[in-house]
């Protein structure tokens, strides 16, 4: 459990894991540097012999993680952010699917949304990561299996689906971190958290889990995930995740030596590409910093000749600050 100020949310999180109905579990907390008095918030909590808690100087969540993956001692390592909110039943059903599928590196699972103590959607999957929707990918086309065992815990609506997705997570992610259960041999072969990454990190090791393991998801939502105000993937860091959307694009493309894929796929892979020059486009746009916006639009456009959008906005950047000012209220 990494955390950095969630003093506020931190305890939530802590009586979830605590709660959970399997009981062979170590949670360990790493303090990412916190100065909103989580350690206080933690600290009645330490008799358990259960619970570790670590402080670190300030290195961010990819750093933090890493520092709880090195010190954890099972063959299994669970993630959960300092605000989200496990299922009681999480880790029990999640272990036996894990037993059952011995092929897998990740069991995950959908989702609920949460504001405040408000739940805001039940199966949240599909808002959350719109590369379902965006390609009408139902969950059989994304997996090619259904595991044919009863789970207990699990009713008889819910489904636990497996296979290979690489394919689909290359164009955008279905993973959320606080739903996951990895093997823990899995970061011998992948390696762990990449620090560099501000943001995506966690995208960016899945891929790498993906590339190589099958992966088991749970459509039954095992946890609550909170929205809060000031979360990382706010406007303010979205620069940030354009960029490292198009890094870590271009990285893994550069990966793939299956011509065949990469024929078939050819224009599905420029387009995604244009998708993300555009947005990043339009990003400096609203902002008024025309410059970047315009460089942005013309990659979009080198790899997405159809989209029109970009023309228009390429257009409008290269114009006067006051006509883009003009353009942006009429939108």
């Not at 999957?125 to 139902?138: H, K, M, Q």
């Not at 065992?149 to 497996?162: H, I, N, Q, R, T």
């Not at 029109?308 to 003009?326: A, G, Q």
């Amino acid at each position: 459990m990494p955390t950095y100020n969630r003093a506020a949310f931190i305890r939530d999180a802590i009586d979830s894991v605590l709660g959970q109905t399997y009981p062979h579990f170590e949670l360990i907390i790493i303090d990412d540097g916190s100065t909103d008095g989580t350690s206080k918030i933690v600290a009645p909590y330490l008799t358990d012999e259960r619970i570790r808690y670590v402080r670190q100087e300030n290195a961010g969540a990819a750093s933090a993680r890493n520092h709880g993956i090195a010190l954890g001692r099972g063959d299994m390592v669970a993630f959960i952010d300092s605000d989200d909110i496990w299922d009681r039943e999480k880790l029990r059903i999640q272990t036996a699917v894990m037993d059952a599928l011995p092929e897998v590196g990740i069991v995950c699972s959908d989702f609920s949304a949460l504001r405040g103590s408000r739940i805001l959607e039940t199966s949240h999957i599909r808002s959350f990561f719109s590369v379902l929707d965006e390609y009408a990918l139902t969950y059989d086309d994304v997996f090619s299996r259904l595991l044919d065992l009863p789970v207990e815990g699990l009713d008889k609506d819910d489904a636990v689906y497996w296979g290979s997705i690489f394919a689909t997570m290359l164009f955008g992610n279905i993973i959320l971190t606080s739903t996951c259960l990895c093997r823990a041999v899995v970061f011998n072969t992948t390696g762990v958290f990449d620090t560099s990454l501000e943001t995506l990190e966690d995208y960016d090791l899945f891929l790498k889990i993906t590339k190589v393991f099958p992966v088991a998801l749970i459509s039954k939502p095992l946890i609550s995930y909170r929205y809060s105000e000031n979360q990382l993937s706010g406007e303010k860091y979205f620069d940030k995740v354009c960029a490292n959307l198009i890094k870590i694009f271009i990285k893994f493309i550069s990966t793939i030596d299956d011509e065949q894929f990469l024929r078939d796929n050819r224009k599905k892979i420029r387009n995604r590409l244009g998708h993300y020059y555009a947005q990043q486009g339009y990003f400096h746009f609203s902002r008024e910093e025309l410059r970047e916006s315009a460089q942005c639009y013309r990659q979009s456009i080198r790899n997405n000749l159809s989209d029109y959008k970009s023309y228009v906005y390429l257009f409008f950047s290269l114009m006067p600050v006051s006509i883009s000012r003009f353009i942006r209220k009429l939108k």
